[in-house]
């Protein structure tokens, strides 16, 4: 199962876009990347999921270079409420199991 | 739509006790995990269900834990007997179906398990 690599920490200011980067040096052909953001006490919660290039949704964009090993989460404008930890996750094809790594603790001040 | 229901949220027991830990999926999700964070550590994956079959628990720590899925439905985790180092937060996670373009799995609040 493929490893990932992130800052333990970021801080940022409201309004600003913020890029997590994430390192998995060892992603096999079948693997997804995927994203979860988690607030204390409560569950991962999904926030985008890619396989190369660039995947955008109506929070975030994933942003995947072609040798896949590794991505960019990028989040624009946050706010207050974007503090959280941010796991990046590699599965495979099936989705099995997620890989939880230390995640990327952000926090944006005002 | 119901999201993933963990019970309880938290649950308090003394080495050597037995607890049972459940989960309800979201309906119709036919892929149900069961992850867990010790103390400090990272959220690591215990073992995933397809329907009422164990399609791999491999994360599983020792034979004190039991996970079921009786009829594919709702699972148990049961620690038998508990140790103190099995405190932790343990979360389920379900999912529609394997493969496809979005293995997105959605995961409960957590049972967070204090073991004294």
């Known amino acids: 199962l493929a490893k990932t690599t992130q800052p333990i920490s970021m801080d940022s200011y409201e309004g600003q876009e913020v890029n997590i980067t994430c390192s998995h040096n060892n992603i096999a052909t079948n693997d997804y990347i995927t994203w979860y953001q988690q607030f204390p006490s409560q569950g991962p919660r999904f926030i985008i999921q890619?396989?190369?290039t660039k995947v955008t949704n109506e929070v975030a964009s994933l942003f995947i270079p072609a040798d896949r090993k590794s991505s960019t989460l990028s989040l624009p404008r946050v706010s207050l409420s974007d503090t959280a930890v941010y796991y990046c996750l590699v599965g495979d094809g099936n989705f099995n199991k997620f890989y939880f790594g230390s995640g990327t603790k952000l926090n944006v001040k005002p | 739509e119901a999201g993933v229901t963990q019970f309880p949220s938290h649950s308090v027991i003394e080495k050597g006790q037995t607890v049972t830990l459940r989960c309800d999926p979201i309906?119709?999700?036919?892929?149900l995990y069961w992850y867990r964070r010790v103390m400090g550590k990272e959220i690591k994956f215990l073992l995933h269900f397809v329907k009422e079959s164990k399609q791999d628990e491999s994360g599983m720590p020792n034979n004190r834990f039991l996970a079921e899925r009786t009829g594919g439905t709702y699972s148990t985790l049961k620690v038998q007997p508990a140790e103190l180092e099995d405190s932790g937060v343990y979360f389920c996670a379900s999912s529609q179906v394997q493969g496809g373009d979005r293995g997105e799995q959605f995961f409960g609040p957590g049972t967070r398990l204090t073991v004294l």
């Open positions: 309906s119709g999700h036919d892929n």
């Open positions: 890619g396989y190369k």
